[in-house]
């Protein structure tokens, strides 16, 4: 699956020269957690709710409201924007993305093509779309089956489902030591006799999930 197809398309940017107080009031305003920060068609940081509190006064300050209100106008978004913005482009593939937030501890990357911004992927987006890659809101049943880490497995188990002209719909395997565990998702609400046919080959039923809804 490519960031292109999950990204959230044209986001929402703030400049560096913005004021910390004005970028507060955006963050209320939209209800996101992080801006790109983009000056003249080039990305040049990203500011996040926790990058304001760095450079806010704490709750323990002396300063009166009228006070810390003319402190956070005179800061900009350059004082308090994460620079070095790791990005990645909109043909790489979701899992590129995943790699790249887990070795840097990020939940945002910029999605850049020749050298403009296009989009952002959170992991949230990736979320999603491991959600619906498992079609697990989708009406149906999952059965989870252990099967033999050798080839032809799978294909052994699908021709069960196609001699009941069961059409999978998703697919997913986990493996282990030898041993993987193979979940499919259909269309039938009725497992019976797909459990009865997997079970007459030989095959361990490890869980079984139908949602009717």
């Known amino acids: ?94 899992e590129e993305a995943a790699v790249k937030m887990r070795q840097n501890k990020i939940s945002t990357l910029p999605v850049l093509e020749n050298g403009k911004l296009v989009g952002i992927i959170t992991e949230s987006d990736i979320f999603d779309a491991y959600v619906d890659l498992l079609g697990f809101r989708e009406k149906g049943s999952r059965i989870t089956i252990e099967t033999k880490d050798v080839p032809g497995g799978i294909a052994d188990i699908s021709e069960i489902f196609y001699s009941l002209n069961i059409n999978i719909t998703h697919i997913a395997m986990y493996a282990g030591n030898g041993i993987r565990d193979l979940v499919i998702r259909s269309s039938v609400l009725d497992t019976s006799e797909i459990e009865k046919r997997l079970n007459e080959k030989g095959y361990k039923i490890k869980h079984v999930l139908v949602n009717g809804k």
């Open 1 to 94: 699956m490519f960031i292109r197809n999950r990204m959230t398309k044209n986001p929402h940017t703030i400049s560096s020269d913005t004021s910390i107080s004005d970028a507060v009031a955006l963050f209320r305003e939209k209800g996101f957690k992080r801006f790109p920060v983009v000056d003249n068609g080039r990305i040049v940081g990203i500011l996040t709710k926790e990058d304001i509190q760095t450079v806010s006064p704490t709750k323990a300050t002396s300063l009166s409201i009228f006070e810390v209100n003319y402190f956070l106008s005179k800061i900009t978004v350059k004082e308090a924007m994460t620079k070095n913005v790791i990005t990645i482009g909109p043909d790489n593939l979701l």
